[in-house]
């Protein structure tokens, strides 16, 4: 489990100090993928290198399984960073070794017995799916093949925790998403907890369990998943979840609409199209389908429709309020004109 208490981290910079990290607090559990998201200079990366001390937080404590990092100096904060995988969006591989070294080097620097060095990185290179690229330099490899190796690297001392900079932020779409299932896959078979950093929403809704919403150094949100991209709170997370769940109906549509314009939100356990074949039964309105989707969000289906309901006025508040009473939710966007 990591505990971040009243986390602080100020830099201090010629023009003044400057906040990367503004009294944080937060809980994940072990086994846990937890996402961060947040736009450009929110604070994401300084929160993330903190729980490693790669920066040394200004206040506060990051418990790490348990021990406070922020107390643990030398040769002790060492062997606990061990246990603190980490990839970064540039794979910071070294360039004149090979895979096999590349992985070694981390294994090296945790004093592995030179006997035990071969069958691990075999071990590693299989997890991954690199076998094949063993004697390879970093030059010839695709950026998701470096980024493997960058997994395996980081997975070489057995760690608890698994932190991500943006480690999918410079792959293609395909790549990103063969990226995102080899890290559940991770942390489902070593059980091993993930925190990740983000700016795009489908990173987070393809792997996440828990994510946090970061601005000027502090959480503005926080909270599961699914939860969040049903029912965002603050305006910055809606920002964000509109990049994945959104409408994109022309004006002129929507100026053509006459009736009351209704945004529908089904949750995983609601059956949508059920819902709504029944409301336009039991009432005498017409529903107009202005746009539809459903996300799987974790494999759970989350849907959301834009309808144009159309009828006398207390029979469409009547309808909405029976799907509302069926579990969905309604959002009027515009009363009919
Ligand atoms: N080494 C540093 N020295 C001075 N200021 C810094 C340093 N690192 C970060 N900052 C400042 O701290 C704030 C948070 O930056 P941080 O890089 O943590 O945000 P971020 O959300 O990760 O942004 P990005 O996605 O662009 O990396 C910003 O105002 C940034 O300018």
Redesign the pocket.
Known sequence: MIRIKELS?E???KKGP????NQVNLTISEGEVFGIV????????????CINLL?RPTGGSIEVNGRDLTKLKGEELRKARLKIGMIFQHFYLISQKTVAENISFALKAASTPREKMASRVVELLEMVGLTDKKDVYPAQLSGGQKQRVGIARALANNPAVLLCD?ATSALDPNTTLSILRLLKKINRELNITIVL?T?EMNVVKEICDRMAV?QD?RVVEEGDVYDIFSNPVTDLTKEFISSVVSFDVPQSILDACKGRLVKVLFRGDVAGEGIIADTVKQFDIKANFLHGSIEYIQEKPLGLFLMEIKGEPDDVTRAISYMEGRGAQAEVIRNGL
């Open positions: 981290k830099y201090t910079t400057v906040i990367g990290v947040g736009y450009s200079g929110a604070g994401k990366s300084s929160l993330l290198r920066e943006e950093i700016h970061m150094g």
